[in-house]
């Protein structure tokens, strides 16, 4: 059973959430939607390593942020609510040096003030890069 607050909700829903945004400069792409996940990737280059050439930390952490949001985003109706993240942690499990990275976001908990979602990215290898864990709470607007 699906997830969404929208039931005919598809992957082409979220091309406009990128543009003009941080996850548009790095790259990231929304690439698929599941019933209880979303998926997206994020290029390993100029613009997501650290000096020693590697994906850097903070770039693992925007791809995390970025997927479970959104995601967050779309259980809820947000002609009521929206969504702000409070806190957001990273274990980085593998250094990557190219390629590209597909974070996937699947909810733990979706209550009615606040969602906690895990987001694991991987390797094109299928190899685990690093694991997150994204608490958003979910507020009344204004």
Same mark, same amino acid.
């Given at each position: 059973?699906?997830i969404?607050y ?7 829903? %979220?091309?406009?959430? !990128? ?5 548009? #400069? ?6 698929? +939607? ?13 613009r997501?390593?650290?000096?020693y ?27 009521? %609510?929206?969504?702000? !993240? ?5 274990? #980085? ?6 390629? +590209? ?6 909810p ?15 390797d094109?290898?299928?190899?685990l890069?690093c ?11 204004r």
């Amino acid at each position: 059973m699906a997830i969404w607050y929208n039931p005919n909700l598809a992957i082409s829903d %979220f091309e406009h959430f !990128g543009k003009n945004t941080m996850g548009d #400069h790095l790259g990231m792409r929304f690439t698929e +939607l599941g019933a209880d996940y979303l998926k997206g990737t994020m290029p390993v280059d100029h613009r997501t390593k650290q000096p020693y050439g590697l994906l850097h930390g903070g770039a693992s952490v925007a791809l995390a942020e970025t997927l479970g949001s959104i995601g967050a985003a779309m259980v809820i109706d947000q002609e009521q %609510f929206i969504c702000v !993240g409070q806190e957001i942690n990273a274990n #980085h499990i593998r250094g990557v040096r190219s390629g +590209l990275v597909t974070g996937i976001a699947k909810p733990i908990h979706t209550g009615a003030t606040s969602h906690v979602w895990e987001i694991k990215i991987y390797d094109e290898g299928e190899k685990l890069v690093c694991i997150s864990r994204l608490t958003v709470a979910i507020l009344k607007k204004r």
